[in-house]
């Protein structure tokens, strides 16, 4: 089977590589580029562990084609930390606040609310919740994620206030 | 590697999609991929080829013609329900995409790649049904429309040639005067429905029911109407007495008894949704909101 050369941008840099039509963009961003923070659940887009921003947008990276993200912005989990290596808010309020037990779904869970605080920086309980319902936790019962998402866009809110 | 391997077709014009589908075996196209990849990754599909269709020009526009709106081929779920043009047209397409799946998905799933994935469960389909609605196929022999009525033929088929790609779905007016609702109940939001109900109702000058529209999802081997609710609605004052017995007649088109959802659970969860479905259309109505 040839191989195709992709290109794209991940995390603000530029990558390339060979990959079957076949590959799945979560293999290519695991295998790769050993960038193994989004995990692969299911397969199937039901579980969003493998969530990623494509071009702006949270999609689940298990049901995008390598070749399909050709020439576009990805951004992983280990492109959310602040440019300095600090946590992000988002990062130190999941720490703080218990947002994660096993650890397993917390990637694509922060990937999300990375982008649902983008789009709606101020959300209601009831936003946070629809806004992931696309990515399951089978450990905290979602409370104390819903509790880190809300205290990190206060956080976020305070420092934009701050900054201005 | 999850899936089988195949031939990757990246499409830049429907001419060039269309051969690479007369030119192989057994094509499938790649629209949003939300519910092919997962079947090439559990390798329930094992196409010789994927014709990718993402980077056709001029498939992913939303146009709006007289409260009618019509959608490309690659107009995604979450663009039609943000379309701030589609809403104030045609408000019953944002109530219905708020139940499909979830936002990831919505980000990528075209309305176009649902209907023609065909899924008995699935939400568009049903409002296309609903609507009489129709979608554009081009094919090797040409272009045509097919009305939702002739499109839809068992869970998860149509009656679509196997060189054909669906361009747009256009989805037609409101009437004048009407009210809408989509009322689904699912096990949590954004689960294919249990079941799903479609209603546009129209109250005549006198307040009785001069027409009604009525489609579900989830009830049979295919988005249906209900016809015989519609005619029993039709001609009464809408009191709840009157869309009770008319929303009974539902019983005997659920035949779907899948997903520990058994027939006697089902026709009532139908029964119920059709009486709230109209009465929120009523309602809409009244307020001439439509
Ligand atoms: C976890 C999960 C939950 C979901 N929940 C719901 C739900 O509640 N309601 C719902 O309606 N859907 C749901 N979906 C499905 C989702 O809406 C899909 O996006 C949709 O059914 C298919 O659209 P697509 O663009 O992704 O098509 P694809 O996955 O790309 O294609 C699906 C099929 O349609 C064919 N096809 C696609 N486009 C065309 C075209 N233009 N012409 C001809 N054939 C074409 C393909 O050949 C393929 O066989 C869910 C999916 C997942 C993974
Ligand atoms: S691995 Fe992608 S959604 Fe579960
Ligand atoms: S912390 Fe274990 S799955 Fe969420």
Redesign the pocket.
């Known amino acids: 089977m040839s191989k195709m050369h992709v290109k794209m941008t991940v995390n603000g840099k530029p990558v390339e590589g060979l990959a079957e039509p076949r590959t799945l963009l979560i293999h290519f961003l695991r295998e790769d580029l050993n960038l193994t923070g989004p995990h692969i659940g299911c397969d199937?887009?039901?579980c969003g562990a493998c969530t990623v921003d494509l071009d702006g947008k949270s999609v689940?990276s298990c049901?995008v084609f390598v070749a399909q993200a050709n020439g576009a912005e990805v951004t992983t989990i280990e492109g959310i930390a602040n440019p300095d290596g600090t946590l992000h808010a988002l990062q130190e309020a999941f720490r703080e606040h218990h947002g994660l037990q096993c650890g397993f779904c917390t990637p694509g869970m922060i990937t999300r609310a990375h982008r649902l605080l983008q789009e709606n920086p101020n959300p209601t309980e009831a936003e946070i919740r629809m806004g992931i319902s696309?990515n399951l936790c089978r450990c905290t019962g979602y409370q104390n994620i819903v509790k880190s998402i809300t205290a990190a866009a206060e956080q976020l809110a305070s420092m934009k206030e701050a900054a201005e | 590697m999850k899936p089988a391997r195949f031939e990757y077709v990246a499409a830049k014009t429907v001419a060039e999609a269309i051969d690479a589908r007369s030119s192989f075996d057994d094509?499938?196209?790649?629209?949003?991929?939300?519910?092919?990849?997962?079947?090439l990754n559990y390798r329930v599909?094992q196409p010789d080829a994927v014709?990718d269709?993402n980077r056709v020009p001029g498939?992913d526009t939303i146009s709006v013609d007289n409260g009618a709106v019509r959608v490309g081929?690659l107009v995604?779920?979450r663009q039609l329900e943000l379309s701030a043009e589609a809403f104030a047209a045609h408000p019953l397409l944002r109530e219905a995409l708020d139940?499909?799946?979830?936002i990831p998905?919505?980000n990528?799933?075209?309305?176009?790649?649902?209907?023609?994935?065909?899924?008995a469960?699935?939400?568009?389909?049903a409002v296309l049904v609903c609507l009489d609605g129709f979608v554009t196929?081009q094919g090797s022999g040409g272009e045509r429309n097919v009305p939702a009525s002739d499109l839809f033929l068992f869970h998860m088929t149509t009656t679509?040639d196997s060189d054909?790609?669906?361009?747009s779905a256009t989805f037609p007016a409101l009437p004048k005067g009407s009210g809408y609702a989509f009322e689904e109940l699912?096990r949590r939001h954004?689960?294919?429905?249990v079941a799903g109900i479609c209603a546009v109702i129209t109250p005549g000058p006198d307040g009785n029911c001069a027409s009604a529209s009525l489609s579900a999802?989830g009830i049979a081997e295919k988005p249906v109407r209900l016809s015989a609710v519609e005619a029993a609605l039709v001609g009464t004052n809408l009191s709840d007495d009157a869309v009770s017995a008319a929303a009974a007649l539902v019983d005997d088109m659920v035949t779907n008894e899948d997903d520990g959802a058994g027939g006697r659970y089902r026709r009532q969860v139908a029964r119920t949704l059709i009486t709230r479905a109209v009465a929120k259309a009523c309602q809409r109505a009244a307020q001439g909101r439509a």
């Open positions: 199937t887009s039901h689940k049901t696309g | 094509t499938v196209i790649l629209a949003g991929g939300q519910s092919l990849i997962p079947m599909a014709i269709i498939l081929a995604r779920h139940n499909v799946a979830h998905i919505r990528r799933g075209t309305i176009c790649g649902s209907i023609a994935h065909a899924d469960a699935a939400e568009m389909p196929a679509l054909e790609i669906i361009t699912t954004g689960d294919y429905a999802c």
